[in-house]
């Protein structure tokens, strides 16, 4: 098949699929293969859980360097993923493979970011949330981190070559790499963190080996699919030369997605500073609540996927009506799964908690604190496809607004008068609290970008 032919099939699917059928189809694989992300993130801990508390905090101590890695990745991809979908909408096939492959170029320039704080930043990182907690948390921790930085190129493949993928509307192909690559890690997990078949037992290190060589599985996967089946964009080294003018538009959406998730990294940092004063326990709580929550807000996130290439792709071909129709269909799915996550969340926590060895400290800190925390899924749904919607459309500028009030303005400093205030069990009210912050300033720019863009979107249907 021609690039030509490429585009002609992605204008025929993009823009005139009945929108319902076309979010489900481009959004479904990517949901399927978020869940299955999710599913290892709790798995994961879960086997690191029974080496011992320390390992959990120590894994869980990782996460502020771990979302910024991914912080990289994801904001650059939702940069190319907008462009590129945005320029197929045009019919600028030249345009989109220049875009591809400066994303690529991009990629490269994070990961090698990356090396460098891993084998030079991660132990003053843990010392700084450690302080007077066990030593042997640092020391599992370094070991950890290191090695998921260090080789974090499987992980940057990963994510670029899956929002590509997705950009051309090929979810299924960007599913298969997601699911690829955490299977191989639940695979590998128990054997290289307790030594079966053979192999050394390497307890937190393995789980760390075990995530990058899943990360490499799916990154190999993506460039093998990119090549073979995604001909509405052409990848070539050769004469290739990084572009200001393209890698500026992909970080004009882009880098307000970085900062967001940087931020996310910043503030789960706080929160543990704050946290570790009570017991490491409690950031242990900490750190088996973001997994758990996983399991619901990865598949919004995988409804978002499907969701930013139809809108931008519709907003590029003037067709307002089904620019319209995508964000309100994405709404409706958003609500029904974080609704189901509420409901697990405040019937369940004991279940939940006990999957991960609870102690009968983390049960007394943790079951509180899952059901509090819980109660700002009611809400969370409208700002996650609200936040999309901006980027979709470019102006990923108000999502960077909505997440530094919500997390930074809001969430932390609450955190930490609450914390002085009513003790551990007030601190989780600052979730809650932000979030309602939250909803009230994106439903301010949903407003804003319907008065301004999405009215004045031609309607070419």
């Given at each position: ?123 003053p990182f843990y010392a700084t949330q450690v302080k007077d907690a066990d030593p042997e948390i640092l020391t599992l921790?370094?070991?950890y981190l290191t090695i998921v930085c260090v080789c974090s190129f499987g992980l940057y493949a990963q994510l670029i ?301």
């Amino acid at each position: 098949m021609s690039a030509k032919e490429g585009v002609e099939t992605q204008e025929n699917k993009m823009g005139v699929m009945p929108v319902n059928k076309l979010l489900l189809n481009m959004s479904l694989p990517m949901m399927v293969s978020m869940l299955v992300q999710a599913l290892y993130n709790i798995v994961d801990s879960i086997f690191v859980a029974k080496l011992s508390e320390n390992a959990l905090t120590a894994v869980s101590l990782a996460f502020p360097i771990q979302t910024l890695l991914i912080a990289f990745g994801t904001g650059t991809g939702v940069g190319v993923n907008s462009l590129l979908s945005r320029q197929l909408g045009e019919k600028n096939m030249k345009q989109a493979s220049r875009t591809a492959m400066n994303g690529i170029f991009l990629a490269v320039i994070s990961y090698l970011v990356f090396v460098i704080v891993g084998i030079v930043g991660v132990r003053p990182f843990y010392a700084t949330q450690v302080k007077d907690a066990d030593p042997e948390i640092l020391t599992l921790g370094v070991q950890y981190l290191t090695i998921v930085c260090v080789c974090s190129f499987g992980l940057y493949a990963q994510l670029i070559f899956e929002k590509l993928l997705q950009s051309t509307g090929k979810t299924l192909y960007s599913m298969i790499t997601q699911a690829a690559g955490a299977v191989t890690n639940i695979i590998l997990d128990p054997i290289l963190i307790f030594g079966l078949l053979g192999m050394p037992k390497l307890g937190v290190a393995g789980a760390a080996v075990a995530t990058v060589i899943g990360q490499i599985v799916g990154g190999t996967l993506g460039l093998i699919f990119n090549i073979k089946v995604n001909k509405e964009i052409t990848l070539s080294v050769k004469d290739f030369k990084p572009d200001a003018g393209t890698i500026g538009n992909i970080y004009r959406v882009g880098v307000p997605s970085i900062i967001m998730q940087a931020i996310g990294s910043v503030m789960t940092y706080g929160m543990n500073m704050i946290l570790i004063t009570f017991s490491s326990t409690a950031t242990a709580v900490f750190g088996v609540y973001f997994k758990l929550q996983s399991f619901f807000f990865m598949p919004v996130f995988g409804l978002n996927n499907g969701m930013i290439p139809i809108v931008a792709f519709n907003y590029g071909a003037g067709k307002r009506t089904r620019v319209v129709r995508t964000i309100k269909c994405s709404l409706v799915y958003a609500l029904i799964l974080l609704f189901v996550g509420f409901i697990v969340f405040e019937t369940i926590p004991g279940v939940l908690l006990g999957m991960f060895e609870a102690s009968e400290e983390m049960l007394a800190i943790g079951v509180p604190a899952l059901r509090i925390i819980g109660v700002h899924f009611l809400i969370a749904w409208f700002c996650i496809i609200a936040g999309s919607v901006f980027q979709a459309l470019g102006n990923g500028v108000y999502s960077l607004v909505v997440s530094v009030a919500r997390q930074l303005v809001v969430l932390l400093p609450a955190a930490y008068i609450l914390a002085k205030i009513g003790g551990l069990h007030a601190v989780w009210w600052a979730f809650p609290i932000a979030e309602t912050m939250s909803f009230c300033v994106s439903a301010f720019f949903m407003m804003r970008i319907n008065k301004r863009v999405i009215r004045n979107i031609p309607d070419y249907d």
